[in-house]
T-cell receptor, first 116, second 117 residues
Framework: EPEVTQTPSHQVTQMGQEVILRCVPISNHLYFYWYRQILGQKVEFLVSFYNNEISEKSEIFDDQFSVERPDGSNFTLKIRSTKLEDSAMYFC??????????????FGPGTRLTVT | AQTVTQSQPEMSVQEAETVTLSCTYDTSESDYYLFWYKQPPSRQMILVIRQEAYKQQNATENRFSVNFQKAAKSFSLKISDSQLGDAAMYFCAYRTPWGTSYDKVIFGPGTSLSVIP
């Protein structure tokens, strides 16, 4: 069964460093998402992406965040200058498009980001 | 704005017994989707069960079933014959209606379920 994959599973970085989290969505999916879960808290929506542009973003998704689909298979989340409070689990999700609109979302296994 | 509430931060159940996790939500939409996700210690997000709001019949998936009360905006999860592997954090989630150009899943705060051998 097709699944969303994410690399790395755990990333440790120093405060102020740039980090790129990678996701490979399900191959025929065209809508992509990033969610964040700070330890002990609920999962929060960050951003959705379709047709090479951001479809919607939350208040959390400020200028230090960016997303990109650099090729036909990867979807990345970049954090330019990491802060301690960026430490969290980051989930990628993807959905297929039906009649131009997103359908069911499938989540990846997550990347645990630790900022020291 | 849509919100999802889970009033039970922690629950426990004896192995082989039945437990019900509560969830309420708020929305002005008439059509939407509701989910229960399971998050084990590995922190992977696993879809347990899905309910379309337009369907009156409650969804079931093996030992998992829901009680969907649309008028009350309530969506509880029942786990029958609980197993040790059911121990996890459970998140209730709401998804914006299909057919809207924006799309996100809104999660509740979670209920931590312990299974006692």
């Amino acid at each position: 069964e097709p699944e969303v994959t994410q690399t790395p599973s755990h990333q440790v970085t120093q405060m102020g460093q740039e980090v790129i989290l990678r996701c490979v969505p399900i191959s025929n999916h065209l809508y992509f998402y990033w969610y964040r879960q700070i330890l002990g808290q609920k999962v929060e929506f960050l951003v959705s992406f379709y047709n090479n542009e951001i479809s919607e973003k939350s208040e959390i998704f400020d200028d230090q965040f960016s997303v990109e689909r650099p090729d036909g298979s990867n979807f990345t989340l970049k954090i330019r200058s990491t802060k301690l409070e960026d430490s969290a689990m980051y989930f990628c999700a993807s959905s297929e498009v039906v009649w131009g609109l997103p359908y069911e979302q499938y989540f990846g296994p997550g990347t645990r980001l630790t900022v020291t | 704005a849509q919100t999802v509430t889970q009033s039970q931060p922690e629950m426990s159940v004896q192995e082989a017994e039945t437990v019900t996790l509560s969830c309420t939500y708020d929305t002005s939409e008439s059509d939407y989707y509701l989910f229960w996700y399971k998050q084990p210690p590995s922190r992977q997000m696993i879809l347990v069960i899905r309910q379309e709001a337009y369907k009156q019949q409650n969804a079931t998936e093996n030992r998992f079933s829901v009680n969907f009360q649309k008028a009350a905006k309530s969506f509880s999860l029942k786990i029958s014959d609980s197993q040790l592997g059911d121990a996890a954090m459970y998140f209730c989630a709401y998804r914006t209606p299909w057919g809207t150009s924006y799309d996100k899943v809104i999660f509740g705060p979670g209920t931590s379920l312990s299974v006692i051998p």
